[in-house]
């Protein structure tokens, strides 16, 4: 009777979920930043070639060498650094360079997501590091602003 019981359970729970899953709805949900290797700690340099036979580089926020990272209002560090600089450089924002994630680096953020179009929450991550522009150098006075 018990096992019964416990098959009948299961196949209610199965049923729930193809059910469920037709109509779009997952029956557990993940945080947006599970995808992501974690929170922005630091900042790495990336690299394409230059017309010069050098190389352009653009300095990234990311968690040890991964770009796939995430920071809001109230992250420190190098990698906040990367983010005002490119704001300031890009966006024509005057943030302190100071590595604090706070209002004014909020607000700038919201701004150049503004003039990307895409969502404007303040918050960085994949969208923000796909879609705005990034200040590509290839040394002090040769330098321009594109997307990865």
Known sequence: MKMTRAL??????????????????????????????????ADVEKKRPAASGGSYKAVLPARGSNVDCYMNQGAEGDAVKALQKNLN??????????????????????????????GK??????????????RWYENRNLWYCGRL
């Open 8 to 41: 009948r359970s299961k196949a209610g729970i199965s049923t729930a979920a193809i059910l469920l899953s037709c109509a779009g709805i997952g029956m557990t949900t993940a945080t947006p930043a599970a995808a992501y290797a974690g929170y922005c700690n």
């Open 89 to 118: 450089w890009c966006y024509g924002r005057n943030l302190d360079v100071d590595g604090i994630f706070g209002k004014d680096t909020r607000e700038a953020l919201e701004y150049a997501q503004a003039q990307e179009k895409i």
């Open 121 to 134: 929450d303040g918050k960085y991550g994949e969208q923000s590091r796909t879609h705005l522009e990034w």
